[in-house]
C-alpha cells in the first residue's frame, strides 16, 4: 500500500527513530520496492541574537555532522538491500518535514508524537505537520 515513506526522525533520541524505522519496515515487510526517506530536520535558531554569536560556517558543520549520524542511523537499522535516501534539512521543522513530504510526493508520514513518551499529546512540531500537510500521517507514540 505505501510505497514511498518519510521518516522523520530526531538523531538526539535514537531508541525513538529506531522504533519509527521498524514500525516502517513491519508495515512494508511485504513490498520490496519501498523507498524509505528517512529525514533529520536541523532547527534553524529562532531568535538572531543568538545567530550572530554562531561561528560563520556553523549550519554546514551541523549539517555535515546531522548527515554523518543519518547515515550511520541507517546502517544500523534497514536492512542491506532497503532503498534508503537520506535527507538532512535546515530550518523549520514541521514546514521542511511538509516540504520535503510534497517535494519527494511521499504517500505516508511518519513521525513520534513526542520526543519524551510520557508526554501526554503531542509536540507543537507534530501538530503542525499534521495541520498542515496534505500527505497522510502515522503518529506513533
Same mark, same amino acid.
Given at each position: 500500500?505505501?510505497?514511498?515513506?518519510?521518516?522523520?526522525?530526531? *538523531?538526539?533520541?535514537?531508541?525513538?527513530? /529506531? /522504533?519509527?524505522?521498524?514500525? !516502517? *519496515?513491519?508495515?512494508?515487510? =511485504?513490498?520490496?520496492?519501498?523507498?524509505? &526517506?528517512?529525514?533529520?530536520?536541523?532547527?534553524?535558531? @529562532? =531568535? $538572531?541574537?543568538? $545567530? $550572530?554569536?554562531?561561528?560563520?560556517?556553523?549550519? /554546514?558543520?551541523?549539517?555535515?555532522?546531522?548527515?554523518? /549520524?543519518?547515515?550511520?542511523?541507517? &546502517?544500523?537499522?534497514?536492512? !542491506?538491500? #532497503? %532503498?534508503?535516501?537520506?535527507?538532512?534539512?535546515?530550518?523549520?521543522?514541521?514546514?521542511? +518535514? =511538509?516540504?520535503?513530504?510534497?517535494?519527494?510526493? +511521499?504517500? *505516508?508520514?511518519?513521525?513520534?508524537? $513526542? %520526543?519524551?513518551?510520557?508526554?501526554?499529546?503531542? @509536540? @507543537?512540531?507534530?501538530?503542525?505537520? !499534521? &495541520?498542515? #500537510?496534505?500527505?497522510?500521517? *502515522?503518529?506513533? &507514540?
Amino acid at each position: 500500500m505505501f510505497k514511498n515513506i518519510l521518516i522523520v526522525i530526531d *538523531l538526539g533520541y535514537i531508541p525513538q527513530a /529506531k /522504533k519509527l524505522a521498524e514500525t !516502517a *519496515l513491519e508495515m512494508t515487510k =511485504n513490498n520490496p520496492d519501498t523507498i524509505y &526517506r528517512v529525514a533529520g530536520i536541523v532547527s534553524a535558531p @529562532s =531568535n $538572531s541574537i543568538v $545567530s $550572530s554569536f554562531l561561528p560563520t560556517n556553523f549550519d /554546514k558543520e551541523v549539517l555535515a555532522e546531522a548527515n554523518k /549520524k543519518l547515515h550511520e542511523f541507517t &546502517r544500523d537499522v534497514f536492512p !542491506a538491500e #532497503s %532503498k534508503v535516501q537520506h535527507i538532512v534539512a535546515y530550518g523549520t521543522i514541521y514546514e521542511e +518535514v =511538509n516540504r520535503v513530504a510534497d517535494e519527494k510526493n +511521499v504517500d *505516508l508520514i511518519i513521525m513520534m508524537a $513526542s %520526543k519524551d513518551d510520557n508526554k501526554e499529546g503531542l @509536540s @507543537s512540531n507534530t501538530v503542525k505537520v !499534521a &495541520r498542515y #500537510s496534505r500527505k497522510p500521517i *502515522l503518529i506513533l &507514540r
